[in-house]
């Protein structure tokens, strides 16, 4: 079992859409993140006259499911910041709508630390896809000296582990079925059995599983060669994939899955798998069994019950 960490929050005004610090047990680092309509506010903190990294975040018009995403890093966050929110024609950035600091409590962070760590947080999320990098090509920067890059491996780990608690996911791993297994010293991941999915009438069939609550349809599964349903729900979903090239033409009646793709909720695979809305709670059924992932998931549930009631 992975051990558990404490993390300290912080509601800076006492609402939940305001100002926010966190904070994680024995880690010198210091995130605070808000809205871009607090920036007044948030430019007057302490922690934006120091050094650090920061990310800026908002919506891609091209793509719902994914966000823009702004790396970069300053000795003074506040002066950076400012010029940021100038309009696009000023030399600012229009997409933001969200703004996350990294800095150091004991202010031992350099900026040979952060452009350091500007570099593989761009590298990280570039090769993650989970967002739409605005930075381009990460510039690689290696002028540190071997004990202050293991230092920064640690502040690095430290950054992945609170950023998906603050709701920004796109330095989390995406840990794919069909990855080869490595020897890490990260927590290990909770895997699923295998599901899969048929429909007999149209020759459709996919495999799924689950892995740290993300739903994946693997690589080579079949699809509808169309979206059959009605103009909403997953449609965008669909014709996204398509376009994205994740779901490609195999020269017969259908499209196939070119990679491991992750969903949202087993409901969302089996639509974009069957062209239509679906149950993917009773659609899915554990391979070799014919359980469907609503049993298979009440069994998990029954487990951890008798288990507590025995103690």
């Not at 939940?16 to 024995?26: D, F, K, R, S, V």
């Not at 202010?107 to 381009?136: D, P």
């Not at 990855?179 to 895997?191: F, I, L, N, Y």
Request: charged share 25%; proline share 5%; with cysteine.
């Amino acid at each position: 079992m992975s051990q558990g960490r404490s993390l300290r929050l912080f509601l800076v005004d006492g609402t939940p859409n305001g100002l926010l610090t966190a904070e994680i047990m024995n880690w010198t680092g210091h995130v605070l993140t808000g809205p871009r309509s607090k920036l007044a506010e948030l430019v007057q903190r302490p922690e934006c006259a120091r050094t650090g990294v920061y990310f800026l975040v908002g919506p891609d018009p091209d793509n719902s499911l994914r966000s823009k995403v702004y790396i970069g890093e300053s000795d003074d966050v506040a002066k950076r910041l400012k010029s940021h929110n100038r309009p696009e024609e000023a030399g600012g950035k229009d997409f933001w709508e969200r703004v996350c600091l990294v800095t150091s409590k004991d202010q031992n962070l350099t900026k040979a630390h952060v452009k350091y760590l500007e570099s593989l947080l761009i590298g990280i999320a570039g090769s993650l896809g989970r967002c739409e990098l605005v930075n381009g090509t990460a510039h690689e920067y290696v002028s540190l000296p071997e004990s202050d890059r293991a230092d920064m491996a640690f502040f690095l780990d430290q950054i992945r582990t609170v950023l998906p608690v603050l709701g920004f996911d796109f330095l989390r791993e995406l840990t794919k079925p069909s990855a080869p297994a490595t020897a890490s010293t990260a927590a290990p991941v909770s895997r699923s059995p295998r599901f899969s999915l048929e429909v007999p009438r149209y020759r459709l069939s996919a495999q799924g599983q689950e892995i740290d609550g993300e739903f994946f349809v693997l690589k080579g599964s079949k699809a509808r060669a169309e979206w059959v349903g009605t103009e909403r729900g997953y449609q965008g979903l669909f014709k996204q994939l398509v376009d994205e090239g994740v779901l490609v033409a195999d020269g017969g009646e259908h499209l196939t899955f070119s990679d491991d793709c992750a969903f949202s909720s087993p409901s969302a695979a089996a639509a974009v798998v069957c062209g239509r809305s679906a149950n993917g709670r009773t659609a899915w059924v554990v391979e070799g069994t014919g359980q469907t992932y609503a049993a298979w998931q009440d069994v998990q549930v029954g487990e951890i019950e008798t288990s507590a009631s025995s103690e």
